[in-house]
């Protein structure tokens, strides 16, 4: 970005230092040239052949109006759905240009919040509209000098930029998803607190948006390596195709994922589950014992005035006699049939 900055003219530094609005990058694919433009200079540049990239920030939404509206790149509607709608990848073809919506994260904790940026690829220039700074399109800033200086041979490397730092994007937050997924397990190991499952359920829910949000790119990027566009070059093409690879890695691994936690869960459960049964086997031990016992209590101990064995001189023990045969031979019973 140095590079770039000492290559910007003195106006234009100061235009973009008071004007956060909007910036603008021309793109000389020949020379290998690039400098930064006023939003006069976008017309001139654009009628001499020359590439510009124009990034508008819409967060303010009545000057980003009158910009757009100035530079009419773009259709109205297209202007609204991006300061109004929620992200959800798409692509739209239009004569002129192509309307990509890409959606992208933005860690936020342990969740994630979505980014939308809406990108219009032209013959000669490329239109990207956002809120703030999505974290990816901040990450193709910070690299795409030094790509365009070493490999651009056409304005589709751009779109390249854009999808390989959106996917990595993707990348970034999965693995965050899957370290949440390691502490889960470690979690359900041991002493196991009740808020675990609050939190694996959570996370479940969280690893399914998502997938829900990775998904449509595969649909996109397929579509921009396979059907022709005079937007997006031949030479391009392959790599994008290789990039829904990527993808589809992405949401399988978010699906595995999803699997491990809830093997895991299924695993603590299903261990909670053999431990009750011991202690109910346990249990059972017992009431089979005290059983025959409580009847023989139950049977001496009613107030009736003739009962014969009361008068017997040896009664008490002969009782007590019959009571350990009857839990001796439960045990024996018991031990036999591996009860114990």
Known sequence: ?????????????????????????????????????????????????????????????????????????????????????????????YDDYIHLVLSGCRLVGHKFDLERVDAMMGENYLLTLHKGAPVFLEAVRKSYVTDFVRFAQSPSFLLYELWDHLIENYLTVHKKFEERVEQVQQQLIGDVRDQVFAEASELGSDLLHLRKVVLPARAVLTDLSTRKSPFVSEATQPYLGNMVGTVERVLQDVLVDRDILSNSLNNYMSLVAHKTNQVMSKLTVVSIIFLPLTFLCGVYGMNFEVIPELKWAHGYGFFWGAAGLIVLGLLLLMRRNKLL
């Not at 590079?3 to 008071?18: C, D, F, I, K, N």
């Not at 540049?45 to 124009?54: L, Q």
Request: proline fraction near 5%.
């Open 1 to 93: 970005m140095a590079a770039e900055l000492a290559m910007t003219g003195p106006s234009q530094a100061r235009t973009e230092a008071v004007d956060p609005l909007f910036s603008v990058v021309e793109l000389d694919f020949k020379t290998k040239q690039y400098r930064k433009l006023s939003i006069n200079e976008v017309r001139p540049s654009m009628e001499a052949g020359k590439f510009v990239w124009i990034d508008v920030d819409i967060a303010h939404s009545e000057a980003a109006r009158q910009l757009l509206t100035k530079l009419n790149l773009c259709e109205p509607e297209i202007v609204e759905d991006a300061m109004s709608r929620e992200p959800a990848t798409q692509i739209a073809r």
